[in-house]
């Protein structure tokens, strides 16, 4: 957190080419991966993603407080950049709770699960990214997406339960 | 949870896309003033390691010394061909035009690894001259970046 609140006073302060790359290379892997997930292994769409976050990220940046951390505000960012590319159906969706998956220590099964995840549909995969994968709460995913804390739940459900039914 | 990374290194090249974004919208100011330890890098390199090609041969326009720096970074696009020899008559052919007016002082190919593939010691009344020499260098028709700064050899 220190770290972050240091390289963005430094970025601040002139809006440096530097310190502008120094952000990037701290933060851009995390951001990168969400973005692939998201966009369902997409390289070129998780890339124009990066791009239009960053955009947004340093035109906003002065409104981060480093209340939370740095890496979980620009995701922030990202998933309400790609919210606004596309039209997301947020219908809840019945479906029994549905536990976490077990860890894939595997690296193919690691490789399954990624193709799995890259076929759920969007609100579904969205949420189970974010949740499963990257620990937000459903509290922080209803916030980052516009939704009530049900729905989310709702969809991390059916993702996993579309997760179980696809994997060997 | 599920045991899946956290993070994913893109491909390099979009650094340079993103840094170029940002500096088209005006969040990002491209590097103006080199820092110290580097402009005296590069004078170690034009003094001691250095290849040099051109000295000028007029008397220097009055003002200060700058360093023009030439970055073959992952934007550069030189001719196919690898013939270096056009991009050198394009270079000198503007030297050629600052020595005129006394404002061209010396100038290298920097060989070995890293992106810095040249430099030109220029003079300039102030920065911002200094800027409209490092504009109009024929370089950037190739890609890659142009940095200047004050040079004090």
């Known amino acids: 957190m220190t770290d972050d609140r240091a390289l963005v006073e430094r970025f601040l302060r002139g809006r440096g080419e530097d310190a502008f790359r120094a952000l990037y290379r701290a933060h851009t892997p995390a951001l990168y991966a969400l973005a692939l997930r998201l966009t369902g292994g997409d390289r070129g769409e998780a890339e124009d993603l990066v791009q239009e976050s960053w955009v947004r ?22 998933v309400n950049v790609r919210r606004g590319r596309m039209r997301i159906d947020w219908r809840v969706v019945d ?11 595997d690296p193919d099964d690691a490789i399954d699960l990624e193709r799995a995840i ?3 549909p969007d609100g579904a995969r969205d949420v189970y990214v974010l949740h499963d994968v990257h620990g937000y709460t459903h509290r922080e995913i209803a916030g980052l997406l516009g939704i009530v804390e049900g729905t989310s739940k709702s969809q991390l459900n059916r993702a996993r339960f579309l997760l179980r039914s696809s994997l060997p | 949870m599920m045991d899946l990374p ?32 580097a402009v005296a890098a590069a004078a170690v390199i034009v003094l001691v390691l250095g290849v040099t090609v051109v000295r000028s041969r007029h008397p220097l326009a009055r003002g200060n010394s700058y360093v023009v720096l030439l970055y073959e970074d992952s934007t550069y696009r030189p001719p196919p061909g690898g013939d270096n020899t056009e991009r050198i008559a394009v270079l000198s052919r ?26 030109f010691i220029v003079r300039a ?4 001259a200094a800027a409209r020499i490092a504009a109009s260098c024929p370089f950037k028709q190739w890609g890659g970046h142009i940095e200047v700064a004050r040079f004090e050899p």
């Open chain 1, 118 to 120: 890259a076929s759920l």
């Open chain 2, 125 to 128: 009344a102030d920065d911002a």
């Open chain 1, 57 to 78: 990220a340093l035109t906003a940046l002065r409104t981060y407080r480093a209340q939370s951390a740095l890496r979980s505000w620009l995701c922030g960012v990202l």
């Open chain 1, 95 to 105: 479906a029994p709770d549905v536990e976490p998956l077990a860890d894939a220590a």
């Open chain 2, 94 to 119: 503007w030297a050629d035009s600052l020595e005129t007016h006394g404002e061209f002082e010396r100038a290298g190919r920097v060989v070995g690894p890293g992106e810095l593939g040249g430099l």
């Open chain 2, 6 to 37: 956290r993070e994913t290194a893109p491909a390099p090249e979009l650094e340079e896309r993103v840094v170029s974004a940002l500096v088209a919208a005006g969040l990002v100011r491209r590097r103006r003033v080199w820092p110290a330890w």
